[in-house]
């Protein structure tokens, strides 16, 4: 019907924006998400504790609401959210001859570690202004009755 007429539409110019914003280059995209590599560098980190590995774990699922995945490669999203896990359980993890992190990401990557963690973080700060935006930035619901992408809708609410 019509609905899905001007849905289907403002579906393809948005498809259209995101291909022109990527530069059509979607070969980069890393088919390998952070979560492939949380377990096994917790376990080289010799980290015993379950439930650092479980934040870690719960901080990739919140990577996937960002655009992180096309800004950095798995590795440096994966050691971010081991990086605010052990920061949560209050766990240190070497920083000497070199950061524990350079030996899965290189060296000279603290500024990429440091912009992830903060992306993560944001995502569940309320006063973030920027998540705030993007949460109500969804096209409202074409439909008389409340839909499960408006924002204000039941859904929404839960997972506040």
Excluded at 60 to 73: A, F, I, K, P
Aim: with cysteine; net charge negative.
């Amino acid at each position: 019907g019509p609905v899905y007429a001007e849905w289907r539409e403002k579906l393809l110019d948005m498809e259209n924006v995101i291909l022109r914003e990527l530069g059509f280059t979607l070969h980069w995209i890393p088919d390998s998400h952070p979560h492939k590599f949380i377990l096994y560098f917790v376990r080289v980190l010799e980290i015993e504790d379950k439930e650092v590995a479980q934040k870690a774990w719960n901080y990739c699922n919140d990577s996937c609401r960002l655009d992180l995945c096309v800004r950095y490669e798995p590795e440096v999203i994966a050691c971010a959210a081991i990086l605010m896990a052990c920061s949560y359980h209050n766990l240190d993890l070497p920083l000497t001859p070199r950061p524990w992190w350079a030996v899965f990401i290189g060296p000279k990557r603290s500024q990429d570690l440091s912009s992830s963690c903060n992306s993560i973080l944001a995502v569940g700060d309320e006063q973030d202004l920027d998540n705030r935006r993007a949460k109500y930035a969804f096209i409202p619901s074409l439909l008389k009755e409340p839909s499960f992408n408006d924002p204000e809708s039941y859904l929404w609410s839960v997972a506040d």
